[in-house]
């Protein structure tokens, strides 16, 4: 039944807790390597060799099926393991399709080709890695036509909440939405592509204003998640506890998690 989800630290916990709220009945084994956070700023290889042993990890715990509740190892190391490493019965999915097919209003397996859609001017939010990878603009690209997309890098932000530090990290979130409206002062969507985002979705929306429709993956990835398992049901994997495993020290990730989910939560070690 079990499945698994993965993230570098405490960012995973907000999709987590939206498809545990959408699929009562699964039971979620969550990892988050805490003791390598961030990934942002990590090379690509060394995001995959992280990213492989975590799901390897996730797998020994019976979850036949894990997502990458992070968008710096799906943009950095997703494609490359899901080519050559993902043995054929096990699947390893990500965060990024579902949101841009949410963004383009296309539904799952529709692979027609670019068409042009409602919005034009999207700011993306993400880390240094992802950024730089620019999957997310190579997806968009398979999907959308006259798209304008501004990347900003937001350093600092991850590592401010895997310290519990909100008071910085509101102040770097508002400092790089300055940032991207001095590039795009008028985005009509913004995406926060990094599942620890959510966790400051308030101050993205009061910073870029109301105007501004923001995306957040955790609803998104549920619903893909739900939709997939109706589809695939063999997927559950044969683990029946749910368990929430670290890599870093289980008190202080416990108490930082809990927080900034403002429920409690206990992590155990990985
Ligand atoms: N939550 C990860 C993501 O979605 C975090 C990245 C990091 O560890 O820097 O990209």
């Not at 995959?48 to 710096?72: K, P």
Request: hydrophobic share 45%; charged share 25%; net charge negative.
């Amino acid at each position: 039944m079990a499945v698994g989800i993965f993230d570098s630290g405490l960012g995973g916990l907000t999709v987590l807790d939206a498809v545990a709220k959408r699929l009562p009945d699964v039971p979620f084994v969550y990892l988050g390597d805490s003791a390598h956070a961030p990934y942002g700023v990590r090379d690509a290889d060394d995001v995959y060799d992280l990213t492989t042993s975590a799901v390897e990890r996730l797998w020994a715990e019976g979850c036949d099926l894990v997502i990458l509740a992070c968008n710096t190892a799906s943009a950095a190391a997703l494609r490359r393991m899901q080519e050559r490493w993902v043995p054929s019965d096990k699947r390893v999915l990500g965060v990024f399709v579902p949101l841009i097919e949410a963004l383009t209003e296309r539904q799952w397996g529709d692979n027609s080709p670019p068409r042009e859609v409602a919005v034009k001017h999207v700011a993306l939010f993400a880390t240094p890695a992802t950024v730089a990878s620019r999957a997310f603009q190579r997806e968009l690209a398979f999907r959308a036509i006259g798209v304008d997309v501004e990347a900003q890098s937001c350093g600092g932000v991850v590592d401010a909440i895997e310290e519990g530090d909100e008071i910085l990290a509101e102040a770097l979130v508002r400092s790089h939405v300055d940032a991207l409206k001095r590039k795009m002062p008028k985005p009509d969507a913004a995406v926060l592509g990094c599942t620890h985002y959510p966790l400051m979705a308030h101050i993205f929306q009061d910073a870029l204003g109301e105007g501004v429709t923001v995306y957040s993956q955790a609803s998104i990835v549920a619903e893909s998640l739900d939709d997939y398992l109706g589809r695939r049901p063999e997927m559950r994997g044969p683990g029946a506890e749910a368990a929430f495993l670290t890599t870093g020290d289980p008190k202080r990730v416990s108490s930082k998690a809990t927080q900034f989910l403002r429920r409690k939560i206990e992590f155990q070690a990985a």
